[in-house]
């Protein structure tokens, strides 16, 4: 069993474009398929019995784009508009930690990962969160 991904109830909080441009180069596919790919396979992630206590909350750089439903499952998505995904990371991060609610930022952005870390706020990078997602097989 792997460490990466939390047993108890968790937030987390994951900058959509660095996650699915963290594999854009090793499928050699679009980002918008990469995305549905990701975005996807997290809805069924979060239905899973080992993960289904946890929140998703996937933050794009950028004004809305049209990439299917916002809700999926336990995963809400949503867009940065003016701001950017770090901003949005780092209030959501801190308000949620100030209100006692775990909660876990995964991005690839080390001064990001350096200023939440200052708030006590845990951070994953993407390929290790995303590799501690396997559903365990029967």
Known sequence: MNTYVSTKPTVYLIDGLNLVRSFLYQFARTEEDVTADFLDFLAEISQHERYCMHEYEVI???SYRPIGP?????????????????????????????NGRRVIAVTDDRLLQEDLKKLGVKTLFCRKFYNGLKVPEK
């Open 60 to 62: 794009f750089d950028g």
């Open 70 to 98: 916002l809700y999926r499952g336990g995963v809400h998505i949503s867009f940065s508009e003016e701001a950017t995904a770090d901003q949005i990371i780092y209030e959501r991060a801190d308000y949620l930690n100030q």
